[in-house]
T-cell receptor, first 114, second 115 residues
Framework: AQSVAQPEDQVNVAEGNPLTVKCTYS??????LFWYVQYPNRGLQFLLK??????LVKGSYGFEAEFNKSQTSFHLKKPSALVSDSALYFC????????????FGGGTRLMVKP | NAGVTQTPKFQVLKTGQSMTLQCAQD?????MYWYRQDPGMGLRLIYY???????DKGEVPNGYNVSRLNKREFSLRLESAAPSQTSVYFC??????????????FGPGTRLLVL
């Protein structure tokens, strides 16, 4: 079975400061990892994904994520937060060759204050 | 290019009523999905269709049926709605690619309230 944990329901950060949204996963093989963002009353938008290769993945809107196999983590980061980054962020995992089952974490609300 | 569209945006049902949620995509994607989103639980897969003519159960299929009408359209039906089905429903589609690597693209959601 595969699972994803986002240990923080909410992350608060001041505009201009770096931000981190945490994600850990549990799978019994090599994972494919994804980050999605959801703005109010909207569907999820793809941010970035890790498939293989470089552990640091760069995505949309200046976000990046670091895959750490030993810690089974895939934390989302941004060097300088914007108020417009305030949204709900979801981490998701899929096991290689596990069909189309994408397992989502419970979500983390990011609040960036001016 | 509208991406993934869903109708209706919002619906109120009484317990026992039926309804069909519609989803269409114009990206020529092979795979389509239905999720429900509940507070603190992320998204859970209800059903998916890997390709036209096929459907499979996801994590929470009970109380739902689906139809892959053609490559563009994938509908979700509630035959007898229950209050536990109050949720936000998202349709998604993904491009064909090496299994597991596909990015899913989501519609704007349907907010359903069952009284």
């Amino acid at each position: 079975a595969q699972s994803v944990a986002q240990p923080e329901d909410q992350v608060n950060v001041a505009e201009g400061n770096p931000l981190t949204v945490k994600c850990t996963y549990s799978v019994s093989g090599n994972p494919y990892l994804f980050w999605y963002v959801q703005y109010p009353n909207r569907g999820l938008q793809f941010l970035l994904k890790y498939i293989t290769g470089d552990n640091l993945v760069k995505g949309s809107y200046g976000f990046e994520a670091e895959f750490n196999k030993s810690q089974t983590s895939f934390h989302l980061k941004k060097p300088s937060a914007l108020v417009s980054d305030s949204a709900l962020y979801f981490c998701a995992v899929r096991l290689y060759n596990a069909g189309n089952m994408l397992t989502f974490g419970g979500g983390t609300r990011l609040m960036v204050k001016p | 290019n509208a991406g993934v569209t869903q109708t209706p945006k919002f619906q109120v049902l009484k317990t026992g009523q039926s309804m069909t949620l519609q989803c269409a995509q114009d990206m020529n994607h092979n795979s389509m999905y239905w999720y429900r989103q509940d507070p603190g639980m992320g998204l859970r897969l209800i059903y998916y269709s890997a390709s036209e003519g096929t459907t499979d159960k996801g994590e929470v299929p009970n109380g739902y049926n689906v139809s892959r009408l053609n490559k563009r359209e994938f509908s979700l039906r509630l035959e007898s709605a229950a209050p536990s089905q109050t949720s936000v429903y998202f349709c998604a589609s993904s491009e064909f690619g090496p299994r597991g690597q596909e990015t899913q693209y989501f519609g704007p959601g349907t907010r359903l309230l069952v009284l």
